[in-house]
């Protein structure tokens, strides 16, 4: 009995101590013309070219804090979300936000490019993790977040098109 009542309490304090069991995760994706790496060139191979494709981004200034790369985007509403850059691959990378508008806590995301079905195609991928803040609804965060996303795997796809 003693036995049960350990596994029993480890997996409920496993459970707690993970964090994610609560966590909101929404992923966007969209077909593009190009090779991965020229789709990449657009999306993601410098921090800050986020302006040059999401649609609520007016303008983003990438600086150093300490060894950590940040970019501050100002929003078309004059809003401003400060990011931090917390890993990078070939073809993708991983931020975190640090503070900014949205109703959210504890976000993590990833942008990525992969070979599409068809030569000469590639799909991009944009996912984020995070919980609902400030008494936001789960429901209301996930949508804010969907659309963000949405707005910025089709506006790269529509800037790869126009590279063709």
């Known amino acids: 009995m003693r036995t049960i009542k350990l596994v029993l309490a480890a997996g409920i304090a496993l459970v707690f ?5 609560y966590a909101i995760k929404v992923q966007q994706k969209a077909e593009a013309k190009g090779d991965p790496a020229d789709v ?3 999306a993601g191979e410098a921090f800050c070219t986020i302006d040059s494709w999401h649609p609520a981004v007016a303008e983003c200034e990438e600086t150093k804090e300490g060894d950590a790369v940040v970019r501050t985007l100002t929003l078309q509403d004059g809003g401003k979300i400060k990011e931090k850059l917390t890993g990078t691959e070939e073809l993708a990378y991983t931020y975190e936000i640090m503070e900014g508008p949205l109703p959210v806590a504890n976000y993590s995301s990833k942008l990525w ?37 949405s707005d910025g795997v089709k506006g790269i796809a529509k800037n790869a098109e126009a590279a063709q």
Do not use: C, M, Q, R
């Open 113 to 149: 490019v992969e070979p599409g079905d068809k030569p000469g195609t590639s799909v991009i991928y944009w996912e984020s993790e995070f919980d609902a803040a400030d008494g936001t609804s789960d429901e209301e965060a996930e949508g804010i977040v969907t659309g963000i996303l």
């Open 17 to 21: 101590a993970s964090g994610s069991a």
């Open 40 to 42: 990449w060139a657009i």
